[in-house]
């Protein structure tokens, strides 16, 4: 459904912190299959780490926050607009994945 939500996503967030993109990580659609997915893991009583899927939908979480704006739920926070540009994004997103 979504390639980008396979694995744990540190390896991901850090290479784009390192200015690598990398194209549909960081979107909903990613996030609500990382989300799904670890449910249903936990559910099957998988042994899977919850540290590193935290980091990256923690890091998707910043990411919506520092964009203020949605393409799929169709909407826009116009105060938030001045956070739009590369360095507050990457500082979003870092708070994102620390927190």
């Known amino acids: 459904y979504e390639p980008t939500a396979a694995g744990s996503g540190i390896p991901e ?3 784009y912190l390192n200015g690598t993109k990398i194209p549909h990580f960081l ?3 990613t996030l609500w299959t990382k989300l799904l997915s670890m449910i249903a893991a936990n559910a099957a009583t ?3 780490g919850a540290e ?3 980091i990256h939908i923690g890091a998707i979480t910043g990411n919506g926050i520092s964009q ?6 169709g909407f826009k926070i116009p105060f938030l607009q001045h956070f739009r540009n590369d360095r507050d994004k990457r500082d ?3 708070s994102g994945a620390g927190a």
């Open 52 to 54: 590193g899927p935290m």
């Open 68 to 73: 203020s704006q949605s393409k799929e739920f």
């Open 92 to 94: 979003f997103i870092t």
């Open 13 to 15: 967030v850090k290479a």
């Open 27 to 29: 979107r909903m659609k």
């Open 46 to 48: 998988l042994q899977v």
